[in-house]
Nanobody
Framework: QLQLVESGGGLVQPGGSLRLSCVAS????????IGWFRQAPGKEREGLSC????????IYPDSVKGRFTISRDNAKNTVSLQMNSLKPEDTAVYYC?????????????????WGQGTQVTVSS
């Protein structure tokens, strides 16, 4: 079964830290671009970070830049999101996403996987 499984969510006080992990099973993440997203109740899904297949390029929106860090360990088939200086507005369900686009001659394919999500609650 091809799937992504997130872990590491939980309850943390404002200013605290959490480290989320996303492990792939049934396929290798080596060539996939990986992203972390979150969705709070009543809000649209928000992109948090993205890392390329080699791990040498990352992007972040202003809302988390300087606080969140994405990293990957292809040997362990894992991607992580280190979250520091957490705020109550960071409360949401966090998802990882893996995407691969291939072009072989005239044939184009796109492979996308989502994890089931992990709850992060920032509250005192």
């Amino acid at each position: 079964q091809l799937q992504l499984v997130e872990s590491g969510g939980g309850l943390v006080q404002p200013g605290g830290s959490l480290r989320l992990s996303c492990v792939a099973s049934g396929f290798t993440l080596d060539y996939y671009m990986i992203g972390w997203f979150r969705q709070a109740p009543g809000k649209e899904r928000e992109g948090l970070s993205c890392i390329n297949s080699s791990g040498d390029s990352t992007i972040y929106p202003d809302s988390v830049k300087g606080r969140f860090t994405i990293s990957r360990d292809n040997a362990k088939n894992t991607v992580s999101l280190q979250m520091n200086s957490l705020k109550p507005e960071d409360t949401a369900v966090y998802y990882c996403n893996a995407e691969l686009r291939t072009v072989i001659g005239a044939k184009r394919d796109r492979y996308v996987y989502w994890g089931q999500g992990t709850q992060v609650t920032v509250s005192s």
